[in-house]
C-alpha cells in the first residue's frame, strides 16, 4: 500500500512539472511575439534551452575548457 501511495505522488509531481513548464513555455512565446526586442530575445534564448538541452550542456561543457 505505501509504495502505490508513493508512485501515485511521483506521477502527480511529474504532472505539476509538466504542467508549469507548458505554462512557462506559453509565456515565452507570448514575450516573443509581444515582448521588446532585448526580452524576446532572452525568451527565445530560453526556449532554445528547453527544447534542446543536450546541445545546452554540450555548449556548458565547452565553456569550462
Keep these: 500500500m ?3 501511495v508513493t508512485t501515485m505522488v511521483g506521477i502527480h509531481f511529474e504532472e505539476l512539472k509538466l504542467k508549469q513548464l507548458e505554462i512557462e513555455v506559453r509565456a515565452l512565446a507570448a514575450l516573443i511575439e509581444h515582448g521588446n526586442h532585448y526580452y524576446s530575445k532572452q525568451a527565445e534564448r530560453r526556449l532554445f ?10 555548449q556548458i561543457e565547452q565553456e569550462k575548457l
Design 2 to 4: 505505501f509504495r502505490l
Design 49 to 58: 534551452e528547453i527544447a534542446m538541452p543536450d546541445l545546452l550542456a554540450e
